[in-house]
């Protein structure tokens, strides 16, 4: 696992997602999002149209894009509401001390 600083932790509040400057391999964005003390990292790209997951709203394990309302479980990447039907690449994500830390070379699923 190759994990990189993606943002602080006070860089991002509890319930909300941020746009990190990390990109996956094949040069997609990466966003944190954060539910409380659990922290969750997403390609930062809905898999029904190229709108940042970071731009929806963070509600418990799930994000909502704000285009057209599709939610995802950020524990899985999978879709639970339409109308997106296919997940989102999911990525290993920890917090060393205030440093959000993400690898974006090992997705979590299998997409
Ligand atoms: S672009 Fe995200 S639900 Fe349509």
């Not at 509890?14 to 997609?28: I, K, M, N, Y």
């Not at 285009?67 to 999911?90: C, M, N, Q, W, Y």
Request: with cysteine; proline share 10%.
């Amino acid at each position: 696992m190759s994990f990189e600083r993606a943002c602080g932790v006070d860089d991002v509040k509890p319930g909300e997602a941020l746009a990190t400057p990390l990109d996956t391999p094949s040069g997609v964005p990466v966003a944190v999002l954060r539910d409380g003390d659990d922290w969750y990292a997403v390609q930062d790209e809905c898999s029904h149209a190229a709108i940042p997951l970071s731009e929806g709203d963070v509600e418990g394990c799930e994000v909502e894009c704000w285009l057209h309302g599709s939610r995802f479980d950020l524990r899985t990447g999978k879709p639970t509401g339409l109308p997106a039907t296919e997940p989102v690449p999911i990525f290993p994500v920890k917090v060393e001390g205030d440093d959000v830390l993400v690898d974006v070379t090992t997705p979590l699923n299998d997409v």
